[in-house]
């Protein structure tokens, strides 16, 4: 079978070039909400772990956030996404695609708190003790002084961990969503073709991860400009 053929027989024929503009849709949608809530959450633990870290304080919520970092980071990503949609909701009537934002947002988070608190306890304890020179109390001198430096530090790192949840939003069809990989195994079980459908999912994962990079780069390259000046 030519090329053309090929072509036409698995995204022309029966408008199957659909099954990948909805599975895109879809993964753009989990990965979106995903990374917002891996985004707060990741922010609430990572403030708790270097608040105990350098004042001993919050001893309850960190043991309840070390024992999530390690459930979290020591089991694979597909095997949360299933416990969550066949065990926690197995007897509930939910949305799949919110199940899937919920586990990767989850998983996520886990990440980015590691990330933010390695960006928190490198900022010199010495603008903990400015802050609180200046009549500022602990929570106060976090949120004006310590944040905003450790943040314009792990940007990147951050930017970073949304590429990699992108990616790993491709075992969302372990559960039956059609998102953009399950997508291209449609077409592949309607043609027999392996080939041309699987190529154009990579493709296109490419193509995102690309230009997402491109703006990771672009963004650590305005910040070091900024650092300069």
Do not use: H
Not at 36 to 52: C, E, K, P, Q
Not at 144 to 158: F, G, M, N, R
Not at 166 to 188: C, F, P
């Amino acid at each position: 079978m030519s090329f053309t053929e090929s072509f036409r027989q698995n995204f022309i024929e029966d408008d199957r070039w659909q099954y990948l503009t909805e599975g895109l849709k879809t993964t753009l949608v989990i990965t979106f909400f995903a990374v917002l809530i891996g985004m707060v959450l990741g922010f609430i633990v990572a403030v708790i772990r270097s608040t105990y870290l350098r004042t001993k304080k919050l001893l309850i919520p960190d043991l309840i956030c070390r024992l999530y970092l390690t459930v979290i980071r020591g089991t694979p990503v597909v095997v949360q996404l299933l416990i969550i949609y066949f065990v926690i909701f197995a007897s509930v009537p939910i949305s799949k695609t919110l199940v899937a934002v919920i586990a990767f947002g989850i998983n996520s988070g886990a990440y980015v708190a590691e990330i933010v608190r390695g960006g928190i306890m490198a900022v010199d304890i010495g603008q903990l003790e400015a802050g609180r020179s200046l009549g500022l109390n602990y929570r106060q001198t976090m949120v004006s002084i310590i944040l905003p430096q450790a943040l314009k530090t792990v940007l990147p790192a951050l930017a970073n961990e949304a590429i990699v949840l992108l990616k790993e939003t491709s075992v969302a069809g372990y559960i039956a969503i059609a998102d953009l990989t399950k997508g291209g195994d449609i077409i592949r079980s309607q043609t027999f073709s392996a080939f041309m459908p699987l190529i154009a999912v990579a493709l296109i994962y490419l193509t995102m991860v690309i230009i997402l990079s491109r703006l990771v780069n672009l963004l650590e390259r305005r910040l070091t400009r900024n650092d300069k000046r």
